[in-house]
T-cell receptor, first 115, second 115 residues
Framework: GDSVTQMEGPVTLSEEAFLTINCTYTATGYPSLFWYVQYPGEGLQLLLK?????DKGSNKGFEATYRKETTSFHLEKGSVQVSDSAVYFCALTAPYNTNAGKSTFGDGTTLTVKP | DTGVSQNPRHKITKRGQNVTFRCDPISEHNRLYWYRQTLGQGPEFLTYFQNEAQLEKSRLLSDRFSAERPKGSFSTLEIQRTEQGDSAMYLCASSLGLAGRETQYFGPGTRLLVL
């Protein structure tokens, strides 16, 4: 079945540091890939997505590139802020008929940014 | 606010009681998903509707769980004879578009605690 493996956390960085959170996946066919962010006490918010190989998703300074050859979708940000502290989830959605639309999530990576 | 809403936000119940949660999706969205999230884990797919039809159920959804979307709008998730292992956050999401390519919008979740 489909699976998503995320870099284990927690991750603690100083403000303005560079962030990478690794994500690799296993899926049949050509999934869409997503990063979601979850702030304390809130639901998941879509951060960025990519729907085909070599696509780059970007939002709020975060970027991730869909790498089919390495089955990866690593999340990066050049300079993190305290307000980026949250849990980040990598997810895929596989477009086959019987599994249409359901998402498979990684276990999440907790990011804490210190001033 | 036209996002996905869920009620109640929190529910505490005693083992053996029945509980029902409601999800109101974004109004024009035809697909609705239920996920369960336990502490430290990513969301796990439970079931999904396209309009009023329930198209898939995870094996996580035991026969104590039932979900409906009677008019293709709001949905309810009922858990009968709750067990302590049912304690989790229950997330609802909705989407519109080609299955597997569209963005799912998540509600804030209902946190269930079974004593």
């Amino acid at each position: 079945g489909d699976s998503v493996t995320q870099m284990e956390g927690p991750v603690t960085l100083s403000e303005e540091a560079f962030l990478t959170i690794n994500c690799t996946y296993t899926a049949t066919g050509y999934p869409s890939l997503f990063w979601y962010v979850q702030y304390p006490g809130e639901g998941l918010q879509l951060l960025l997505k990519a729907t085909k190989a070599d696509d780059k998703g970007s939002n709020k300074g975060f970027e991730a590139t869909y790498r089919k050859e390495t089955t990866s979708f690593h999340l990066e940000k050049g300079s993190v802020q305290v307000s980026d502290s949250a849990v980040y989830f990598c997810a895929l959605t596989a477009p086959y008929n019987t599994n249409a639309g359901k998402s498979t999530f990684g276990d999440g990576t907790t990011l804490t940014v210190k001033p | 606010d036209t996002g996905v809403s869920q009620n109640p936000r929190h529910k505490i119940t005693k083992r053996g009681q029945n509980v029902t949660f409601r999800c109101d999706p974004i109004s024009e969205h035809n697909r609705l998903y239920w996920y369960r999230q336990t502490l430290g884990q990513g969301p796990e797919f439970l079931t999904y509707f396209q309009n009023e039809a329930q198209l898939e159920k995870s094996r996580l959804l035991s026969d104590r769980f039932s979900a409906e979307r009677p008019k293709g709008s709001f949905s309810t998730l009922e858990i009968q004879r709750t067990e302590q292992g049912d304690s989790a956050m229950y997330l609802c999401a909705s989407s519109l578009g080609l299955a597997g390519r569209e963005t799912q919008y998540f509600g804030p979740g209902t946190r269930l605690l079974v004593l």
